[in-house]
């Protein structure tokens, strides 16, 4: 199992989308159609993104496809880093109210203790 989870973090000569698309659309040249092929033969991550891409019928709609959900995703970040800044102002308004009690409450002690003292 370790093994598995180890692998997945080591770089690969894996194939990009965009050359996984030429070869499916017949755009590769005789060479790079051959070393595709190579890599295909034993990686079966490969194999399975091509698969996927292949169930697509409207192959040229993929790199809109592609954009539409990077920019999906790029608003959710965006989202979710707003909600982050949002949360850094509560807790600093926590923490500074926090810090103004405290201090009232210590210089009240102390006024007190002053008055004990007399
Ligand atoms: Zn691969």
Same mark, same amino acid.
């Given at each position: 199992m370790s093994d598995q989870f180890h692998d997945i973090f080591v770089e690969t000569n894996c194939l990009g989308q965009q050359e996984l698309l030429d070869y499916l659309q017949g755009k590769l040249s005789p060479a790079e159609q051959h070393r595709v092929e190579q890599h295909l033969a034993d990686c079966e991550m490969c194999n399975d993104a091509l698969e996927g891409l292949q169930q697509?019928? =409207? =192959?040229?709609k993929i790199p809109f496809w592609l954009r539409e959900i990077k920019w999906n995703l790029m608003k959710k970040l965006r989202l979710k880093n707003h909600r982050k800044r949002k949360l850094k102002i509560y807790v600093s308004a926590i923490l500074v109210t926090a810090i103004v009690l405290l201090l009232v409450f210590m210089v009240y002690w102390v006024i007190f203790e002053i008055r004990r003292g007399n």
């Open positions: 697509i019928t =409207k =192959k040229e």
